[in-house]
């Protein structure tokens, strides 16, 4: 036990000193290195933020939804904590995600929320259940049956996203007339370098407050577990 | 073997309506007056937007009209400690989802067969007639979506605290694609001209959407049920 | 390993709810044609141990077999041998004592022609098109009987079988659990009125068997 936990520990510095590193270089890129935008000039340099932190919260759901997948293959207790963690995480960088996207909209096209953007309205449904997972959470006592209902509404929310993909896109004519069009799509060199930094940068700052977190929560379930020998039940 | 446990499973659930009359009827009278909400709140006249506008609230009030069923779901089995008897049963755990969204899905059917000509009544009389097969199609795939999602959705939200206020939570965001879905289909099949889209693409992300969680309903529901 | 010549194995079985653990290790082998009183003090664990052998409720730790199927992995093929009464009597008081039982019939997948000998046999034949929400508490807990024995199981399990059990239900209850053949598990606070048919007994005290 002492050596996976110090292991841990170490896999937590080390993401930590990898995201210490990497955050100041994407930034140093994103205001000082990339050129600015043809058409939208030095505003559209949010989009190094945003699309990497969506990306990223895309990232941790999925690995969320898969820990949930083996949780209930498995039922490992531990399984359970790796698909919260994340969760937790996602909620987070999602509430990043919609404002940095709301300021992207605002500097575009003038508004606080384009409705016309699908990628928006996605992240919004996908958002939204996000959130009512945590309501789940909390509303159900701690334990097996926490563990179980939080897995199986995390799995869902797989089924979500493609859905929820494919409606905004059918309902475009519904939810709004103008079409939009991409842009972004043909990066440069310098632009797809400061991404794929900013990414990184994003990704590992991830992966050290999963680890860091995780150490968190399992300290937590072994002092409860303690205080449950120390009161003579098993 | 299980064909029978799954028809008697919706028998029963048929006999208790019939007898107690618990969901449906208030599902009408929620509906007629959400409705009459809907009408008096726009003021009067048809509203702005048309037939898309018209149709969108319909859904809505569908929506929450369901939601209202859906928290009667699995009600007498939770208040009257029946649980314990169907899980001791040779039975596959999916099958009493498969029944119980089977019987939400009839209740949903017999509720719109008053709420849609009423719909049209307050809403559409002036406009064109829609495509009736269409139309059909689209609510009972729809209604498929709901109940099969729905059913699942309850057990969870029968765990918690406040089951009342957890289910819609935990239901609406799962309602937003099948809102644009359903609403993208029926007003398609009131005025085909909005769209460049088929009939045939509309109903099939419906079908899509049930086919998505009819098997995650029957994947998972066996997680939802034990204590 | 489970064997085939006892009906019921229980090896450290732990459930857990929560934090709380309701079966904190219960070792218990029973024989067939074994009947056996569960006694011990109100939330000692005699309902969660009895749910457990049910299959309704999955062990958290430890191994349990019944009829030499393993739960939870078999418990699709030990369902059929179990009968359960439990506190409610898990009938719906909108439908029909009739209805009731055809639904478990179809459940259990055993012929309809079975449920009136049952129903005659626990003393509600001419009761059978009567709502159960119209009985009795006595009558309701004969119909749970008639609902847990309807399948010819072979091994039963009752949770405080006579609370609230009229003297006439207590008779029908000593004659069903009288029949041979049949392997017994009964939690109980009055063991002495099962004198005559218990072969042992078990106590069970926070969620251990009491030595």
Known sequence: MNTTAAARLDRATFAALVAAVLMPVALGLIFFYVPNDVDQGFSQRIFYFHVPIAMTTYALFGWGALNAARYLWTGDMQLDLRSYVPMHLGVIFGTLTLVTGSIWAKVSWGTWWYWGSTELNTFLIIFLFYCAYFMLRFSVEPGERRARYSAVYALLGVGLIPISVLAVHLGQDVIHPITFTDHGANMDGSMLFTFLMSLAAMLSLAVAMYLVELRGKRLDDQVARLRRLAQGTP | ?227 | MPSPSEVVACDGLVRRFGERAALAGVDLRLAAGEFVLVTGPNGAGKTTLLRVLATVLRPTEGTVAVGGHELPRAAMAARPLIGYVAHGPLTYPGLTALENLSLYAALYGVPAEWIDPVLERVGLGARRRDPVAEFSRGMSQRLALARAVLHRPSLLLLDEPTAGLDSGGRDVLREVLAEPGRTVIVSTHEPDWFEGLATGAVRIEAGRVAA
């Open chain 2, 1 to 227: 073997m299980s064909r029978r446990a799954f028809a008697a499973l919706v028998r029963k659930d048929l006999l208790l309506e019939l007898r107690g009359s618990e969901v449906v009827l208030a599902m009408v009278a929620f509906v007629l007056a959400a409705f009459v909400l809907f009408r008096f709140g726009l003021g009067g006249g048809r509203p702005a937007g048309g037939t898309r506008a018209a149709t969108g609230m319909l859904w809505v009030a569908i929506v929450f009209t369901a939601m209202l069923g859906l928290l009667r779901t699995f009600a007498q089995e939770r208040e009257h400690g029946i649980w314990d008897g169907l899980l001791a049963a040779p039975i596959d755990r999916a099958l009493l989802w498969l029944a119980r969204a089977c019987s939400t899905c009839l209740f949903l059917i017999a509720v719109q067969v008053v709420a849609l000509p009423a719909f049209w009544l307050f809403f559409l009389q002036e406009g064109p007639a829609p495509d009736y097969g269409v139309l059909v199609a689209a609510v009972v795939l729809a209604d498929i979506g709901i109940a099969a999602l729905g059913s699942l959705v309850a057990g969870l939200a029968s765990a918690g605290r406040a089951r009342e206020v957890l289910l819609p939570v935990l239901f609406l965001p799962f309602a937003i694609p099948l809102v644009l879905g359903a609403v993208s289909a029926t007003t398609g099949t009131i005025s085909p001209q909005t769209s460049g889209l088929h009939t045939v693409e509309r109903l099939g992300y419906l079908a899509l959407y049930d086919t998505v969680f009819v098997l995650f309903g029957w994947g998972l529901f066996e997680f939802v049920v034990e204590d």
